[in-house]
DNA sequence: CAGTATCCAAAGGGATACTG
DNA sequence: CAGTATCCCTTTGGATACTG
């Protein structure tokens, strides 16, 4: 099995990249929240991602505005909201999201047809 | 905010049952490799996912069997080797697969440039 | 070769309560 | 409202050694 080639062994180390970025429980389900409605508030995303706790969406917050994937924005409002936003870069997450709910979709069937 | 829509808790639903069946450190590699080659023993999955051992690739392959995206044969060599195969299903994940290969090449890109 | 067995460390995530 | 603090549990994954 010929594996000495930098291209295969590039393309591991792109989607190991990838999936360190994005993977975890939560932050497909983030980022598809913000590009739907393009800016939530932290109540907003914690009503919508059922079950996260404010602690956990929290941290996952913090790691996509450090990967420079959405915005952070304080509201001088009373009492203070916050807004996030995707970033342009995000836009390029867009299709491994399309991708994914595609997918899923299509294996909610196959399951749903296997136990009818 | 409306979210009171069951298209958008579908499409979440979708997302979740995805990165729970895909999700992982090692999966997608697995898959990819399978996709490009075909056909790989244990041995070959092991020398190409760097740095994974035994027991866990072990662990990711039945996995991955259980949710029939690949299939495991046992060949009557001396000594036994065992081939996988990604299944016909497991097509549906190749435009996965190619989104984040995308994604990730160009955030590497991105980071080699920022640190250049 | 293709795993399994055992043990262990770290990360991820959750429950609950509290704060500016 | 938008978090933080604390505590704790489970899952994931890794090291090492061993087996048919």
């Known amino acids: 099995m010929n594996m000495n ?11 190991k990249d990838a999936i360190e970025l994005l993977g975890g429980k939560w932050k497909f389900c983030i980022l598809y929240n913000l590009q739907k409605y393009h800016t939530m508030r932290f109540k907003d ?4 991602s059922v ?8 941290k996952q917050l913090q790691e996509l505005e450090d990967n420079l994937l959405i915005t952070r924005t304080v509201n001088a409002t009373k009492p203070v909201t916050v807004s996030y936003e995707p970033t342009k870069y995000a836009e390029e997450v867009i299709p491994v999201i399309d991708a994914l709910l595609s997918f899923g979709s299509k294996h909610r069937k196959k399951i749903k047809e296997k136990y009818s």
Chains 1, 2 share one sequence.
Not at 5 to 15: M, P, R, T
Not at 45 to 48: A, C, G, H, R
């Open 5 to 15: 080639n930098d291209i295969s062994k590039e393309n591991i180390l792109a989607i």
């Open 45 to 48: 995303l914690q009503e919508m």
């Open 51 to 58: 079950g996260i706790t404010p602690k956990v969406l929290s």
